[in-house]
């Protein structure tokens, strides 16, 4: 633990020796840098936790920088969502967003000079070709037959690929480095190609387009970023990280000062979830879901939907702390820190997903009182507030068996519970229709029963809830499951397709749900505890005029069960 008592990671670790070392004259500056090429995950929350909270933590900076290299696949529609996702997760970047291709000049001066230094060339092979003189892992690569042109050659060409003057995918630049090297990364990489694509801040100023390796150093130099954080995949690259900022002096451009320095930690993975935007996003396109805030999907506005807290998340981000290998998260720990904070925070209200009517024989018909119940006994200070009793309610289909077995605490015929904060009943007759369906439940109550009432101390097993039949909101509920059936559902030993382990009842609907007239006027995205059946969010469609709400989760936390064990 820090003194500040927040867990710590081996990055901090590095940070803090740096600070004690005056590198970068003590500045801790980080950026979080999406491809706006889809909605980001839950995944992306961990990385932005990190960055985020590292410069809080070390009173630095952090940048919110759109990686937007491949116009082909970018669109603003995810510029914009990716900034209300960070904002919603409760981080600022202030004034500090940024898009690498804010750079696309510098990054193509440096490139100019690489050629004049003799370290970049133009290469007319084709990407196959390039891939084949590449060798594997075990074989060097061959030299390209075009690598030996001269500075000027290699200059003259490279502005014609700027100035458009040949076709799409027809010529790369290249940097000069070893086709020998045992890391593929270093094989003269590409650091730009010709494509004519419309992008979505400098539209059509430009047909050549940088690649990642190489605008992601000069982007992180051009920002005075001091630590420079990625996935694990990366590691392989730091080698051309370096290169890139040993053999470009940007330290000549204005303001720029010290050098970034790349760390990589372990992405995050989930069960029964995928995280690659490629694969959420098919997800949307071929419609398994209804949109990226979907809320089965793991994205961060898939999450919100679903009813989601940022406190709750950033949590789950604090307690997966940061590793330097790859595992798998259980889903049940996310869970678990959404029920901690709604058992803290959310009221308790009394919703009947499947109803089933019960008339009070002895209750006076037209008569109804008032019961007051508390809103969250978890939390004295949310209060209390009372709600309509009367002679018809309605309880949970699944609350009432006419021919239960032993165990079975809730009501039968002859049988007597209490309603929740009201009174005793006892179930008389049972009513059913032509086919034999129960209708109605018919029950006679003890009118001394009610809190503080003579009878109040009376034992009954079970406590049911319930609504008042005339008082009632209609309401749709929506529960989820998980979105895959198998844990890893990209793990493709069987030679299957993560869509063919999608779980065909991720989503349940109950349209004819009762709930308790205090929910009547409910703002989207509040949070609710519907006694006995799991958290709930007012859904971001919903209307005082249809009222939809989304199980957040149930009440069974299965981490804290595996974490007693
Ligand atoms: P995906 O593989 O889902 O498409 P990506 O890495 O291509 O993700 P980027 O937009 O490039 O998506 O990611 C932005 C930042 O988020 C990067 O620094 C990346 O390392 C980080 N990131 C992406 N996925 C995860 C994850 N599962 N866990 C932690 N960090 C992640
Ligand atoms: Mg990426």
Same mark, same amino acid.
């Given at each position: ?5 927040? *867990? ?9 020796? $740096? ?17 706006? %090429? ?26 919110? /920088? ?5 116009? +082909? ?51 007319? =092979?084709? *990407? ?8 594997? @892992? ?24 700027? %100035? ?8 790369? =630049? /290249? ?15 590409? @650091?730009?190609?010709?494509? /004519? ?12 387009? *940088? ?31 370096? #290169?890139?900022?040993? %053999? ?34 098919? =997800? ?7 949109? #990226? ?18 406190? +709750?998340?950033?949590?789950?981000? $604090? ?12 889903? !049940? ?8 904070? =709604?058992?803290?925070?959310?009221? /308790? ?47 949970? &289909? ?20 209490? @309603? ?51 008082? !009632?909101? $209609? !309401? ?9 059936? &198998? ?17 065909? %009842? ?11 007239? +205090?929910?009547?006027?409910?703002? *989207? ?5 519907? @006694? ?34």
């Amino acid at each position: 633990m820090s003194e500040l008592g927040l *867990p710590t990671n081996f990055i901090q670790n590095i940070i803090t020796e $740096d600070i004690k070392n005056n590198k970068n004259e003590g500045r801790v500056h980080t950026r979080f840098p999406p491809e706006p %090429n889809g909605y980001l995950h839950i995944g992306h929350a961990k990385s932005i936790c990190l960055n985020f909270g590292l410069a809080l933590r070390n009173e630095g900076l952090c940048n919110l /920088r759109f990686d937007d290299t491949n116009p +082909s696949k970018e669109d603003i529609e995810y510029v914009d969502s990716i900034k209300r996702d960070v904002k919603w997760l409760g981080f600022d970047w202030e004034d500090r967003l940024y898009y690498a291709s804010d750079y696309f000049e510098h990054f193509y001066q440096f490139a100019v000079q690489l050629i004049k230094d003799g370290k970049a060339y133009v290469c007319d =092979l084709d *990407p196959d070709e390039i891939r084949e003189y590449r060798g594997t @892992l075990t074989e060097p690569g061959k030299n390209s037959p075009y690598r030996d042109r001269s500075v000027e050659e290699n200059l003259d060409l490279f502005e014609r690929m700027k %100035n458009g003057e040949f076709p799409d995918g027809s010529k790369v =630049l /290249r940097a000069k480095i070893d086709m020998a090297s045992g890391n593929l990364n270093m094989r003269d990489p590409v @650091l730009y190609r010709v494509l /004519r694509a419309t992008h979505h801040k400098t539209g059509d100023e430009w047909c050549i387009y *940088p690649m990642y390796d190489y605008a992601h150093p000069l982007s992180d130099a051009l920002e005075n970023i001091t630590h420079s954080i990625c996935t694990l995949e990366f590691a392989d690259h730091r080698p051309l990280y370096d #290169w890139f900022l040993d %053999n470009i002096d940007y330290s000549k451009v204005e303001g720029v000062k010290g050098r970034p320095q790349q760390i990589e930690f372990a992405r995050l993975n989930l069960t029964y979830t995928v995280m690659s935007k490629r694969k959420l996003r098919q =997800l949307v396109e071929e419609g398994y879901v209804a949109g #990226w805030d979907d809320p089965r999907m793991p994205t961060i506005s898939g999450l919100r939907r679903r009813g989601y807290t940022p406190e +709750s998340i950033r949590d789950f981000c $604090d307690r997966i702390g940061v590793a330097k290998s790859d595992n798998m998260v259980d889903i !049940a720990l996310l869970e678990h820190c959404i029920r901690e904070d =709604l058992n803290a925070n959310a009221a /308790r209200v009394m919703a009947v997903l499947r109803p089933i009517k019960l008339v009070i024989e002895n209750y006076p018909e037209g008569k109804v009182e008032w019961v007051e119940i508390t809103n969250n006994p978890e939390n004295p200070e949310m209060g209390s507030r009372t709600l309509p009793f009367s002679r018809e309610i309605y309880i949970e &289909q699944e609350d009432f068996m006419e021919d239960p077995p032993k165990k079975f605490f809730r009501l039968a015929p002859d049988k007597e519970v209490r @309603l929740k904060g009201a009174y005793i009943i006892k179930c008389e007759e049972v009513i059913k229709d032509s086919s034999g369906e129960i209708v109605e439940i018919r029950c006679t109550y003890d009118p001394d029963s009610k809190s503080g009432g003579p009878t109040a101390g009376r034992k009954v097993k079970g406590t049911l809830h319930w609504v008042c039949a005339s008082h !009632a909101v $209609d !309401a749709k509920v929506c529960l989820y499951d998980h979105l895959f059936t &198998q844990e890893n559902p990209d793990n493709d030993e069987e030679g299957l397709d993560f869509k063919s382990k999608i779980n065909p %009842n991720s989503l349940e609907i109950l349209a004819t749900a009762k709930v308790e007239p +205090s929910l009547q006027e409910v703002e *989207p995205e509040t949070r609710f505890q519907f @006694l006995r059946q799991g958290y709930f969010t007012v859904d971001q469609e919903s209307t005082n005029e249809n009222l939809v709400f989304n199980r957040i989760v149930s009440l069974r936390d299965t981490w804290a069960k595996i974490k007693k064990k």
